[in-house]
């Protein structure tokens, strides 16, 4: 059988076997039960996600998996799924994390486990939909699908200003989408499909095609979310649960950079030769402001949160720079950040459970007493700064050479936030590692449980395979980075010229 093709729905099971585990869910009584069930589910999501790695051909840029039927045949919607080199690292990334999730709350979550538990199946549901969609209508309905579960996640189960942190994400993200609905209507309105294959590769004059970026840019800009439009992260990461924290840097940020990537280059190049230049100065500002602000931080969630903006910013760097280097870069930087800070994320979770706070003064000193947790930490520390080995590395260098292709001046200028993503994650290590001289008594504390190991071990894992074996990766990506330049023609060409 060829793998570009198959004959088993892989992608509709993977997106509504977590809406009729919700269902179940639903009907059971007991927290106990609740969890138990939710982590089964998830992890059998999981297992049946793997043959989309080991089946997948890397030697097409074509979309596989491919399943199509007429959904509302009059307005020509289809339920169109499929994914590419890309797609399916991203699609793999959210079942695979999503049981970690589960790892993460179990004592975390003591009220209304079961509806806790619904939102996340549902969540996954829609972040499948949303890297899985071939049709822009089919995407929209997944993309504000995960809205609502992922508000309620910060606003029931979230800290003290949880509704003020749902609130303001749901505002900003629900913003973003009516300008993502208007690009896409527009889009229909010059093809006469709502097929996003069919939207790429069209003569669209330059006008119209910069109005459209537009309305597409300040859309994933905010989802990414980009500087100046990240101020509702903060507040959301802070605020939300440990899993809701993980799902959020782990997944939905890359919703925004996956916009770019299946929209911007392919159906509008002109639009994005004209601001590459812009969007690659903004991200060397977001790079510079994640690492300053991240290093000022005391608390250790906000810390990680800033960070992510930094990190981040590297993805729509590698984008932008419009070179083999710098999408390839990207996309991995997007699977690292979803491991790494996904995994420094249930470490502060742990510390959180144990300490009730987050202040990392008040965190001192923890490595003496739980020297598994500070081995684990340190592990994760080291990838997020990049350390050559760790997973974060390989992605950033290729990212760096990208943007030194594209513009010499603006990867120079960002050289100091990569010394300051080495500051303030050594900064964080040692002091909760090791501390001062006069530490909080931390003599009580317990090490790592099982369940906390296995839930990190994963983790732990892809940060070693992926830094020191990125070949496959690379690998299943390549082929369609290459159609990706090639649909995006002039901005390749054209960018470097108009970039000191």
């Given at each position: 059988m060829n793998p570009a093709t198959s004959d088993f729905p892989f992608l509709s099971v993977l997106i509504f076997s977590p809406l009729v585990a919700a269902a179940i869910a639903a009907v059971l009584r007991g927290e106990q039960a609740q969890r138990w069930w939710a982590l089964i589910s998830t992890t059998v999501i999981a297992v049946i996600s793997l043959p989309l790695w080991w089946r997948f051909n890397p030697e097409t840029a074509a979309f596989q998996f491919k399943e199509q039927v007429a959904w509302i045949p009059f307005l020509k919607i289809d339920y169109a799924l499929g994914l590419d080199g890309i797609s399916v690292l991203l699609v793999l990334l959210t079942t695979l994390i999503t049981p970690l999730c589960v790892l993460a709350s179990w004592r975390y979550i003591t009220k209304r486990v079961k509806e806790f538990m619904i939102c996340l199946l549902i969540m996954e549901a829609a972040m499948v939909g949303v890297f899985s969609a071939l049709d822009a209508i089919l995407f929209f309905v997944f993309w504000e699908a995960m809205l609502i579960p992922m508000a309620l996640l910060i606003g029931v189960w979230g800290g003290p200003r949880k509704i003020y942190a749902s609130i303001k994400f749901f505002i900003y993200t629900m913003a973003g989408s009516v300008l993502l609905l208007v690009a896409l209507i527009a889009l229909r309105l010059q093809t006469g499909s709502f097929s996003i294959p069919g939207m790429m590769g069209q003569n669209y004059s330059p006008t119209f095609q910069l109005w459209v970026f537009g309305a597409f840019f300040l859309s994933f800009a905010i989802k990414v979310p980009m500087f100046p439009f990240h101020t509702w992260l903060p507040a959301a990461h802070v605020e939300a649960p440990t899993a809701g924290s993980v799902i959020l840097a782990s997944v939905l940020l890359k919703m925004g950079t996956y916009g770019f990537l299946r929209f911007c280059l392919p159906i509008t190049p002109h639009a994005t030769h004209v601001f590459a230049p812009y969007i690659l100065a903004l991200s060397a500002v977001a790079i510079l402001y994640g690492g300053f602000t991240a290093l000022a931080q005391a608390d250790l969630k906000k810390l990680v949160a800033?960070?992510?903006?930094?990190?981040?910013?590297?993805?729509?760097?590698?984008?932008?720079?419009?070179?083999?280097?710098?999408?390839?870069?990207?996309?991995?930087?997007?699977?690292?950040?979803?491991?790494?800070?996904?995994?420094?994320?249930?470490?502060?979770?742990?510390?959180?459970?144990?300490?009730?706070?987050?202040?990392?003064?008040?965190?001192?000193?923890?490595?003496?007493?739980m020297p598994v947790f500070a081995g684990f930490l340190g592990v994760f520390c080291l990838s997020s700064l990049g350390f050559p080995g760790t997973n974060s590395f390989i992605g950033e260098f290729l990212v760096l050479a990208g943007s030194f292709?594209?513009?010499?001046?603006?990867?120079?200028?960002?050289?100091?936030?990569?010394?300051?993503?080495?500051?303030?994650?050594?900064?964080?290590?040692?002091?909760?590692?090791?501390?001062?001289?006069?530490?909080?008594?931390?003599?009580?504390?317990?090490?790592?449980?099982?369940?906390?190991?296995?839930?990190?071990?994963?983790?732990?894992?892809?940060?070693?395979?992926?830094?020191?074996?990125?070949?496959?990766?690379?690998?299943?990506?390549?082929?369609?980075?290459l159609n990706l330049l090639k649909q995006a023609g002039p901005a390749v060409t054209q960018v470097a010229s108009a970039l000191p």
């Open positions: 800033y960070s992510s903006v930094g990190h981040m910013g590297f993805a729509t760097l590698g984008i932008f720079a419009l070179n083999v280097n710098g999408l390839e870069g990207a996309t991995l930087v997007m699977i690292n950040h979803g491991v790494t800070t996904g995994a420094l994320f249930i470490c502060v979770g742990i510390i959180y459970e144990r300490l009730h706070t987050r202040d990392l003064s008040e965190a001192a000193g923890i490595g003496k007493f292709a594209a513009s010499k001046t603006i990867t120079i200028i960002l050289v100091p936030g990569v010394v300051l993503a080495a500051a303030y994650m050594l900064r964080m290590l040692q002091r909760v590692a090791w501390g001062g001289t006069a530490n909080p008594d931390h003599t009580g504390l317990k090490d790592l449980d099982a369940r906390e190991i296995i839930t990190l071990t994963p983790l732990l894992a892809f940060v070693l395979i992926i830094g020191l074996h990125p070949q496959p990766f690379v690998h299943a990506m390549h082929a369609t980075v």
